[in-house]
């Protein structure tokens, strides 16, 4: 939506205030005359928690990021009531001037809400045009005290770090997770394949996990980024209000996701948005730098691709005597036993979940990015798939409707080596 007239915030003034200066729509405050106490106006509150909640408690600010790629804004990823909240104001502060900036807010509430109260938001703040803020308040009135407001710093101004070639996003861990062997195979597969670091957004995991988790913080690949949101919220296990009328869906799932890009924006080349559960896994290629080069070579302005989401069911066992394996006193699933997948039903698409640039995605959703600056690649299947070792979808289907698929056990040596290591060290 463009910036309106109709948006104009009230002038403010406070007794320090000599002059008030109109800059195209906005309006900013400039202490000309300043004192030691003026430059504490600057202040706020800085806060680096995942989740703050602001004073109406129906406004969940995530983080804000810098981004230039059409408008130069702040872009604030948020969870908002999507009903009460329909006005919200974005304070700069000046760090040395103390000037104070306030801008109203676009609040662009994401589509995919599935009928939740509360849902993804995007808070785009117009930025001052002289300089560049740092650091942003958020706050439902362009009239108060910044000193009061939560600070947040405002990220990717200067981009930074080391880029890594793929990053995996895990969005919310929950429910005490405790399905050890099959995080470690999925990491350890995640590995083979060339990730260079796996971001969880975590709410809860049993303590073992928390152990296995550590030790992977330790090699430097895992990155937890806590995830508290019930604290705040009613979340439903389920992605429908239907389903589970509750305050947001699937513990908040798509806004981490979406925070997730934007803090890999400029740290990793592609991004992987997939659960703990699912290994995007090529018959094709041996590991997902070659395989993305292809694919990128075939549609160099593609920023988006899309692999089908194929359910090995977890209930259907394939002996695997012929390996060396002996994970027993390890709670969870153990992939390679469960190589016969699902056959495809007759009108149903299989979803999907994506290998994505981030610097070319401005909104996703689960199975699909919602606004991009790029195309979205449907990949086949005889090129690459999601293989998803779960709970069945087709309960009652015969042992012989299922296909056989060991694409994975083309990793057995490398595999069953590095995750025997892992637990060798930690159980
Ligand atoms: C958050 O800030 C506090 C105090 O400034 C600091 O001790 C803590 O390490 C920070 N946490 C993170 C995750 O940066
Ligand atoms: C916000 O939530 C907190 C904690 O649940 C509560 O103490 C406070 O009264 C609430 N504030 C408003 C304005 O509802
Ligand atoms: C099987 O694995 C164990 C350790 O996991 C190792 O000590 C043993 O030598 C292996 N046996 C064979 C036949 O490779
Ligand atoms: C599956 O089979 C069980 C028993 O054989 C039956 O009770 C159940 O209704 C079947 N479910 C479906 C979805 O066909
Ligand atoms: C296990 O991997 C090796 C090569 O790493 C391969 O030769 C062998 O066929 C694989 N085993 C199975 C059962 O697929
Ligand atoms: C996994 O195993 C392969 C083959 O044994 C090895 O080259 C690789 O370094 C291992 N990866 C890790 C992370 O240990």
Redesign the pocket.
């Known amino acids: 939506m463009p910036w309106k007239k109709s948006h104009l915030v009230a002038a403010v003034c406070i007794a320090t205030c000599t002059s008030i200066l109109t800059l195209s729509y906005l309006q900013r405050r400039k202490l000309s005359s300043m004192s030691m106490s003026e430059i504490k106006l600057c202040r706020g509150i800085?806060?680096?928690?995942t989740i703050t909640p602001l004073r109406d408690n129906k406004t969940f600010i995530i983080a804000p990021y810098f981004d230039n790629r059409k408008n130069k804004m702040t872009r604030v990823i948020a969870i908002i009531h999507h009903k009460d909240i329909k006005e919200l104001y974005c304070w700069f502060c000046h760090p040395s001037s103390g000037e104070i900036y306030i801008s109203k807010a676009e609040i662009d509430v994401h589509p995919d809400r599935f009928d939740f109260p509360y849902g993804a938001t995007d808070l785009h703040c117009p930025e001052p045009k002289d300089w560049e803020p740092h650091y942003v308040s958020i706050h439902w009135s362009p009239n108060g005290n910044i000193d009061h407001l939560p600070l947040f710093e405002i990220k990717n101004r200067e981009p930074e770090g080391f880029p890594v070639e793929f990053t995996v996003c895990i969005s919310t861990m929950f429910g005490e997770y405790n399905n050890v062997l099959q995080f470690v195979q999925s990491m350890e597969m995640y590995r083979i394949l060339g990730v260079g670091r796996v971001v969880i957004y975590k709410n809860s995991c049993s303590t073992l996990m928390e152990k296995v988790l550590g030790f992977y913080i330790a090699e430097g690949v895992v990155e937890i980024i806590?995830w508290p949101i019930d604290s705040y919220l009613k979340v439903s296990s389920y992605w429908h209000h239907s389903m589970d009328p509750k305050d947001i869906g699937y513990y908040g799932q798509i806004t981490a996701l979406n925070d997730c890009i934007y803090r890999n924006m400029y740290k990793s080349k592609y991004v992987l948005l997939n659960d703990m559960d699912e290994i995007i896994l090529s018959e094709k290629y041996p590991d997902w730098k070659t395989m993305m080069q292809d694919l990128q070579s075939q549609h160099p302005e593609a920023a988006v691709f899309l692999f089908e989401n194929h359910i090995f069911p977890k209930t259907v066992f394939t002996p695997t005597h012929m390996f060396n394996i002996s994970w027993n006193a390890v709670p969870g699933v153990n992939i390679l036993q469960h190589v016969l997948r699902e056959p495809d039903r007759k009108y149903i698409v299989n979803p999907q979940k994506m290998i994505v640039d981030p610097k070319k995605v401005v909104q996703t959703s689960v199975h699909s990015v919602l606004q991009a600056y790029g195309a979205s690649i449907h990949v086949p299947m005889d090129v690459a798939l999601v293989y998803h070792c779960r709970t069945p979808l087709q309960k009652n289907l015969s042992r012989r409707l299922l296909i056989k698929d060991t694409t994975l056990w083309r990793y057995n040596m490398s595999l069953i080596g590095n995750v025997s290591k892992v637990l060798n060290q930690i159980v």
């Open positions: 800085p806060t680096n928690n806590p």
